[in-house]
């Protein structure tokens, strides 16, 4: 199995501010994922982040909003930037197990944008 | 047409009834296909992958999959109001390890 640890937990931002969450595993992988559920929703891949390479963003999502770091292997952050009260959502970042078969997600980080 | 697609429920159940959700998927090619329960306020957790045509069952929970007809099912037995959550069923799709999700279909066992 894989530990995912998020930070912030959760945070109210104000509108046009930026907010970086970060997201620690307790091994080393290859591929970080960062989605976003918004209220009463499923869940939408944001973006995969390989370290040593730019992520790769999904249809609609862009990398001046959400900006990516990688820089190793177990650590990840994401920022949201310029927010607006539309960005208010969960934000989870989710690795694979070693054995292939199951995705571990983090805690996730609830932003709230006012 | 949605990628993956679920029915959104509530699907209702009785104390020690079988649960039955659904799910269909677009990709043709679609080779892995899992199912996550998720409680409110949780992060989504692994309840099976099915990989083959068929069944597979772990304890109270059946996976079938039909990759002819593209559905993917679970089947929960004896469901227990623990079993109250969100059910999502996802896919990967293509080549690349990503996973694209249902919207999920809730689930409620009552007394």
């Known amino acids: 199995s894989a530990v995912i640890s998020q930070k912030p937990s959760r945070d109210i931002c104000q509108r046009g501010t930026s907010l970086t969450i970060q997201c620690q595993v307790d091994s080393q992988v290859t591929m970080m994922f960062w989605y976003r559920q918004q209220p009463g929703q499923s869940l939408t891949l944001i973006a995969t982040a390989n370290q040593g390479s730019e992520a790769t963003y999904e249809s609609g999502f862009v990398i001046d909003k959400f900006p990516i770091s990688r820089p190793n292997l177990t650590f990840s952050t994401l920022t949201v930037s310029n927010m607006s009260p539309e960005d208010s959502s969960i934000y989870l970042c989710?690795?694979?197990?070693?054995?292939?078969?199951?995705?571990?997600f983090g805690p996730g980080t609830r932003l709230t944008v006012l | 047409q949605k990628e993956v697609e679920q029915n959104s429920g509530p699907l209702s159940v009785p104390e020690g009834a079988i649960a039955s959700l659904n799910c269909t998927y677009s990709?043709?090619?679609?080779?892995?296909f899992f199912w996550y329960r998720q409680y409110s306020g949780k992060s989504p957790e692994l309840i099976m992958f099915i990989y083959s045509n068929g069944d597979k069952e772990d304890g109270r929970f059946t996976a079938q999959l039909n990759k002819a007809s593209q559905y993917v099912s679970l089947l929960i037995r004896d469901s227990q109001p623990s079993d109250s959550a969100t059910y999502l069923c996802?896919?990967?799709?293509?080549?690349?390890?990503?996973?694209?999700f249902g919207t999920g279909t809730r689930l409620q066992v009552t007394l």
């Open positions: 990709d043709r090619g679609s080779q892995s």
């Open positions: 996802a896919v990967i799709t293509g080549t690349a390890s990503k996973l694209t």
């Open positions: 989710s690795v694979w197990g070693a054995s292939g078969n199951e995705q571990f």
